[in-house]
Structures are given as structure tokens and as C-alpha cells.
């Protein structure tokens, strides 16, 4: 009798350290945080400056064919620079919500915020994580795509399909694996 009574104790000791365990999350949610903090701050710096560049453009007088198209390709490639950097920074910050609303706690805040606005940021299960984070780094394929044609001479116009395939591929595996956990339904 004693022994058994010490053995749920521990049992219930060790459960309920594997349960708190699950706080190393923390770090993940922590980490991922800053990160797409770090990524929105410097996408924005990047912006910023590039709209000053622009600016003195604009105001310096008239430019040749050739110097426009020189900075007009130099802007394109920042704003899609820019644009797979806000990308990068949600899936990040999906990620960081997700993990903690999987692991830790839900966002109470959230929810109640939810009936007035856009529930994309509500996390119910490692599906609802798994789908949003792989819908965004689609997005991020596709700009990498168009981002790698704007800077690629055609003398090897092959690599563009290969990495157009590539990215094909990915989008019907996704939609492939959206539909299966749908019941094949729409």
C-alpha cells in the first residue's frame, strides 16, 4: 500500500514536470518574436530609404532612357526585396502567436478582438499553423520566383523554369494537403 502510494506520487511528480516542460516553447515564441521584429523594422528602414532615393531621383533634373531604367529595375528589385522580407517577418510572427496558443496559453485578447476583426492570428491546432505558415511561404516562393527573373539574364533561361516548376510543385502539394485534411472537400 505504501509502496503504491509512493509511486503515484512520483508518477504524479514526473507528469507534472513534463507538463511544465512545455514552457521551453517560450524560447521558440520569444525568439520568433524578435526576429520578425528585427525583419519588420529593417524591411521598413529599407523602404524608407529607398523613398528617399526617389525622391532625390525625381528631383534631380532630367534622367536618360538608360539611368531610368537602371533605377527603375534597382527600385522593383528593393520593393520585392522588401516585400519577401514582410513575408518572412508574419510567417515568423504566425509562428511565434501559434506556438504559444499550441503549448502555453490561448490569446484571450485575441479572441475577444476576433468578433471585430480578421481571425487569421487565432491558432486552434498544428493544422490551423501548419496551413497559414505554408499559404505565406508560398507567398515567399512566388516573390523569391519573380525576384530571381527580374535579376537573371536569359542566357540560361532553363533555371527560371526549373525554379517556376519547383514552386508549381510546392503550390499543388500544398493545395493537395489542404484538400485531404478538408475530406476532399472545398
Not at 503504491?4 to 520568433?32: D, H, K, N, P, Q
Not at 528589385?77 to 504566425?94: C, E, K, N, Q, W
Not at 480578421?118 to 520566383?145: E, G, H
Given at each position: ?34 526576429s ?8 521598413t528602414?529599407?523602404v ?25 529595375s ?22 511565434s ?10 490569446i484571450e ?7 471585430h ?10 493544422d ?10 508560398l ?27 519547383g514552386?508549381?510543385?510546392?503550390a ?7 484538400r ?7
Amino acid at each position: 500500500m505504501n509502496v503504491e502510494r509512493a509511486m503515484r506520487t512520483w508518477e504524479r511528480l514526473f507528469e507534472g514536470a513534463l507538463w511544465r516542460s512545455r514552457f521551453i516553447v517560450l524560447l521558440a515564441v520569444v525568439s520568433s518574436l524578435a526576429s520578425a521584429v528585427i525583419l519588420f523594422l529593417m524591411a521598413t528602414a529599407d523602404v524608407a530609404g529607398l523613398a528617399v532615393d526617389a525622391v532625390g531621383y525625381a528631383t534631380s533634373g532630367p534622367h536618360s532612357t538608360e539611368e531610368y531604367d537602371v533605377f527603375h529595375s534597382a527600385v522593383v528589385g528593393h520593393v520585392i526585396s522588401a516585400v519577401d522580407d514582410f513575408l518572412l517577418a508574419t510567417v515568423l510572427l504566425i509562428f511565434s502567436l501559434g506556438l504559444y496558443e499550441l503549448f502555453i496559453s490561448k490569446i484571450e485578447v485575441a479572441q475577444e478582438d476576433a468578433r471585430h476583426s480578421s481571425k487569421i492570428l487565432l491558432i486552434q491546432s498544428l493544422d490551423d499553423l501548419k496551413d497559414r505558415l505554408a499559404k505565406v511561404v508560398l507567398m515567399i516562393l512566388i516573390v523569391t520566383f519573380f525576384k530571381n527573373v527580374m535579376h537573371t539574364t536569359f542566357d540560361h533561361p532553363l533555371g527560371i523554369l526549373y525554379l517556376g516548376v519547383g514552386i508549381l510543385f510546392v503550390a499543388l502539394a500544398l493545395y493537395f494537403t489542404a484538400r485531404s485534411g478538408h475530406g476532399g472537400e472545398k
